[in-house]
Nanobody, 129 residues
Framework: VQLVESGGGLVQAGGSLRLSCAASGRTFSSYAMGWFRQAPGEEREFVAA????????YYADFAKGRFTISRDNAKNTVYVQMNSLNPEDTAVYYC???????????????????????WGQGTQVTVSS
C-alpha cells in the first residue's frame, strides 16, 4: 500500500491541525494504521494507531486528550486531529500501515515502528510559541 500524508503546516501554540493519510489499494479496511513523528535530532516516536477490524485506538501518553486518530474506510484515509499543540509537537509526522486482516494485536505491537510495512513520506508540523 502506498501512503500520502497531508495537512501539515505552521500553527501557533494552542492551535489545531488535522493530518490526513490517503492510502492506495482496495483493502484499506484490513490495514492497521499508525502515526509516528520525528523531531530534528530525535528518534522516531509513536503518536497514535488504529486497528483494522475493531477500530480500537492507541495513543502515546503525550497524545492522550489532545490527539484523536480516526479512519474513513470508504475514503481509504486515516486522520489524526491534533489540538492544543505546543512547540514540543514540532516534527515530521509519518503515516504507517500494516496488513492485519481481522487480527487485533497486543497494545504494544501497534506502538512499534518496525511492525509497520509501509510508510508515507511525512508531513512537517511546526508549532510556534
Amino acid at each position: 500500500v502506498q501512503l500520502v500524508e497531508s495537512g501539515g503546516g505552521l500553527v501557533q501554540a494552542g492551535g489545531s491541525l488535522r493530518l490526513s493519510c490517503a492510502a492506495s489499494g482496495r483493502t484499506f479496511s484490513s490495514y492497521a494504521m499508525g502515526w509516528f513523528r520525528q523531531a530534528p535530532g530525535e528518534e522516531r516516536e509513536f503518536v497514535a494507531a488504529i486497528s483494522a477490524s475493531s477500530g480500537s485506538t492507541y495513543y502515546a501518553d503525550f497524545a492522550k486528550g489532545r490527539f484523536t486518530i480516526s479512519r474513513d474506510n470508504a475514503k481509504n484515509t486515516v486522520y489524526v486531529q491534533m489540538n492544543s499543540l505546543n512547540p514540543e509537537d514540532t516534527a515530521v509526522y509519518y503515516c504507517a500501515a500494516r496488513y492485519s486482516g481481522g487480527t487485533v494485536w497486543a497494545d504494544q505491537t501497534y506502538r512499534k515502528g518496525g511492525w509497520y510495512a509501509s510508510w508515507g513520506q511525512g508531513t512537517q508540523v511546526t508549532v510556534s510559541s
